[in-house]
């Protein structure tokens, strides 16, 4: 069926085959990005959240969302909204009654989709696993969500921006740049590259880096040498902090992909939160 499928539209293939290639949002990794960033970014703090590799910025909206994790305890939930991520958990969370207040957001992307083409969105909802329509459920509430107020999205080159990421211009705010599942898509000198530029970065100024990504196609990331035993298709949570230009790196979770389940490692309570710093869930 597949087969005579292809042959009866094989011109129409050939030309969307020419002209598309793979792009994805998967809105569920921000139920990997949450806890991070509660652990992670510094107490008393409003953040500039970065994100490359961006799509469409689905994930730059993380603090208007619901969440809900499972697990062998009750359930936890935070946070309300039209777009819920869900995700089973093993081990404890840091405390999800706040999050992060977020003063500013922007995407950089090669190619970024806007919300509002509905072109786009059709091959962004296309390239979603036909067998998992609660992942294109998920995935096209979050674009109306998102056509009422679109975030930030630059058209260019993830490794240029950090070479030119400039703390003037975020008006005081601690920028926390995140990617997930991209620099797997770079040759292992660019990766090289990208983690020089944010050294580079984090010489100049305090930042913190999280990402998810498949460790045994990242070999240029400063993933911990325990996060790189991890095999097959699952993904290593990382945070990378810079402080007063020295740099540590933590493995916070293991996961999949998509973020069905989360497996939590690091410490379940964040450094001295304060709660006059986080935001209230909107």
């Known amino acids: 069926m597949a087969l005579s499928f292809c042959h009866e539209h094989a011109e ?13 949002n998967e809105v569920n990794r921000c139920a990997a990005l949450l806890p991070a960033l509660v652990h992670a970014v510094p ?4 953040i500039a959240l970065v994100e490359l590799g961006a799509s469409a910025g689905l994930n730059l ?3 208007r969302y619901a969440y809900r994790y499972t697990g062998e305890a009750a359930a936890v939930r935070a946070g309300q909204g039209p777009v819920r991520c869900e995700s089973a958990v093993d ?3 840091p405390s999800l009654a706040a999050c992060p207040l977020i003063a500013q957001r922007v995407g950089v992307d090669l190619d970024p989709v806007d919300v509002h083409d509905e072109d786009a969105v059709r091959w ?7 067998d998992q329509p609660w992942r294109v459920q998920r995935l096209l509430a979050a674009v109306q969500f998102a056509r009422r107020r679109p975030p930030t999205i630059i058209r260019g ?6 070479r030119e990421l400039d703390g003037d211009r975020l008006g005081g705010a601690h920028p926390v740049v995140w990617h997930s599942l991209v620099l797997g898509y770079f040759l292992e000198s660019e990766q090289h590259a990208f983690t020089e530029a ?4 984090g010489a100049a100024m305090d930042l913190t880096w999280i990402y998810l990504e498949t460790p045994a196609e990242t070999p240029g990331l400063p993933t911990p040498q325990s996060a790189r035993r991890i095999g097959g298709i699952d993904c290593a ?3 990378v902090s810079y402080r007063d230009g020295r740099r540590a790196v933590r493995q916070l979770a293991r996961a999949d992909a998509h973020l069905a389940r989360l497996s939590w490692l690091a410490s379940a309570e964040p450094s001295r939160v304060q709660p006059a710093a986080r935001a209230r869930w909107r």
């Open 61 to 63: 909206l993380l603090d």
């Open 91 to 93: 081990g404890t969370l």
């Open 43 to 46: 107490a008393a703090r409003a």
């Open 198 to 201: 944010l050294d580079g970065a």
């Open 237 to 239: 949570l990382v945070a």
């Open 157 to 162: 080159d993830a490794t240029t921006l950090l």
């Open 12 to 24: 129409a293939l050939g030309a969307l085959l020419s002209t598309r290639s793979t792009q994805t």
């Open 124 to 130: 962004l909802t296309a390239c979603v696993f036909a």
